[in-house]
């Protein structure tokens, strides 16, 4: 072992004819020859032929092995193991469990019943590609991409398709539009990208590991080209979705429809919030800026929108059926966090409003409003919003049409004003005319104020 240790040192002293020596070497020797220039305290050496050894067995345990400890306190070493052995991070497993969250949401997506097949597909799919990305981009970040080669550039196809998912599915949703065959032409750009693609999908594992461990910037020369064209589609179709939503919003006259689009506007504001930290994401990764919060920026994001899908299939999966309307308003969780009203108070207003709406029928009032009301219970607007929400779980507009349906409902069952027609029925309720009346019924019994009282005469 010693004459081993003083040829080899001699031959160290002349670095051509040393690599010239490493290109006849087996794998074995790759190993025995980083152990010996460990042994002699030659870290540099040593770590060339692990990389040796590394790069044809991916066999990175190599890196913690036992015959290293003599290099073990030196820089060269200490950066070449982090440069290669993963590292987990809190913020890392919270993304990679945010990511698996979402494929599983992905799935329970589109095994519910009764749900709105074509809009849901899209979302589970848009969800999907966003989980994706996460669980890729965490295995970069805990540094566990040598363990998987085959991931190399997986998720870089999705760059073309959120833009077109969010809009396909936001003109289901709106205006329940079936899919057809030329909403392929949406998908043309991330095909392209997908053929051209193809050739680095086609390598072997071997290859793929060899491009990870240089790493080696494969698409150097196309990286401004994705991110130029990812902006601009992100920017048309993201223009294109909130014009559906604004167009959506102000076609309805009725002012309680506007409480109807909270769904809408929060998957938008985390869309536009999405385009934002994409473009400060790619400034950071491109070396324009150097703030690593912009790098994760994006990514928190994406998982938020993960959570949030999440939460609202939890709390309110009805939002996926297609039947109601949603009330839970992130932008509200504080809202009522600075009131004046004690618990007694809050009991003696929900008790007068009560007396209100049941012996003094204000509901049916022409013009009644929350000010109106405010103004019979002796209290604030404020403070009546407040009342209806804690302890009704509605806003203003559904209260006032669950006491009209109520009342609809004994009138129709009243045998004795079977000669009202609908629309003199809407109207003695409190509502405005007969088109209102008919959404807000069948949106509550599923069924039209027609086809009830049918119902009650079989």
């Not at 190599?62 to 440069?83: E, G, M, P, S």
Request: glycine letters at 4%.
């Amino acid at each position: 072992m010693f004459f081993c240790v003083v040829c080899f040192k001699v031959d160290a002293s002349d670095d051509h004819s040393w690599s010239k020596k490493v290109q006849h070497d087996s794998i074995l020797d790759f190993r025995k020859y980083a152990e010996i220039y460990a042994d002699s305290v030659y870290p540099e050496k040593a770590l060339y032929y692990a990389k040796k050894y590394i790069r044809k067995t991916h066999d990175l345990s190599l890196i913690n092995d036992h015959f290293f400890k003599k290099i073990a306190h030196t820089d060269t070493y200490q950066n070449f193991k982090v440069r290669y052995q993963p590292s987990f991070s809190f913020l890392a497993l919270l993304y990679l469990f945010s990511g698996f969250l979402g494929l599983f949401l992905c799935l329970i997506l589109n095994i519910k019943r009764d749900i709105k097949r074509s809009g849901n597909l899209l979302m589970s799919l848009f969800l999907m590609l966003h989980s994706l990305f996460i669980i890729h981009l965490s295995i970069y970040l805990i540094n566990c991409q040598y363990l998987f080669p085959n991931t190399l550039l997986a998720s870089t196809t999705f760059t073309f398709l959120y833009g077109p998912l969010m809009y396909l599915y936001f003109k289901t949703i709106i205006s329940g539009y079936t899919l057809r065959i030329r909403d392929i032409c949406h998908f043309i750009p991330a095909v392209v990208m997908l053929l051209y693609l193809i050739p680095f999908y086609v390598l072997s594992t071997h290859e793929k590991f060899l491009i990870m461990f240089n790493m080696d910037d494969v698409l150097s020369k196309e990286a401004k080209f994705i991110f130029w064209g990812k902006l601009l589609s992100l920017l048309i179709y993201g223009f294109l979705t909130y014009k559906l939503h604004k167009t959506d919003v102000n076609k309805e006259v009725e002012e309680e429809r506007k409480h109807e689009f909270l769904w809408q506007r929060n998957i938008i504001g985390m869309f536009v919030l999405y385009i934002i930290t994409f473009v400060l994401y790619s400034a950071t990764t491109a070396g324009y800026f150097d703030f690593p919060i912009f790098f994760h920026l994006q990514i928190i994001v994406m998982v938020a929108l993960v959570f949030y899908v999440s939460y609202i299939s939890y709390a309110q999966p009805e939002i996926f059926k297609g039947k109601v309307r949603l009330v839970v308003d992130p932008g509200n969780l504080f809202k009522y966090k600075t009131s004046s009203l004690t618990p007694n108070y809050s009991m003696e207003l929900r008790d007068k409003l009560l007396e209100i709406l049941e012996d003094d029928k204000i509901y049916k009032t022409e013009g009644v409003s929350l000010t109106m009301l405010s103004e019979r219970l002796g209290t604030s607007r404020h403070n009546t919003s407040q009342i209806i929400n804690e302890h009704f779980n509605m806003n203003f507009f559904e209260l006032m049409n669950k006491f009209r349906l109520d009342e609809a409902v004994e009138i129709i069952k009243n045998k004795g004003d079977n000669k009202l027609t609908i629309i003199d029925i809407a109207y003695k309720v409190g509502f405005n005319n007969k088109v209102t009346f008919n959404k807000v019924f069948k949106k509550r019994f599923q069924v039209t104020p027609t086809q009830y009282i049918k119902s009650l005469d079989r």
